[in-house]
């Protein structure tokens, strides 16, 4: 996949990065829009959508990979679930 950082893309707001996404038995690479929000109690807190994901992705467990870090996580019912999302580093992922 080559420098963690090759291929991102930051403007003042939004952080663009790709991402090899693998699970469900599929690999693929799409975008992660990264940026920080506040909310009204006044909490930060950081949004992540991924892009260009293939429309038919099934639900389920995937593997974000971004360098030599992965985010463990899912979708269901068609949108992504990060609230139970786990980063690791690629060298303790789990076996498939």
Known sequence: MGSFLSGV?????????????RGMGLAFECMLDLWGEQS???RSYTRCPTTDDPPDLPDGRHHLELGKFVVQTGKFCG????????LT???RL???
């Open 40 to 42: 009204s109690s006044g």
């Open 89 to 91: 580093f690629k060298n």
């Open 79 to 86: 949108e992504w679930d990060w609230s139970s999302s786990r």
């Open 9 to 21: 893309v930051a403007s003042d707001e939004i952080v663009r990065m790709p991402v090899h996404v």
């Open 94 to 96: 789990p076996e498939k």
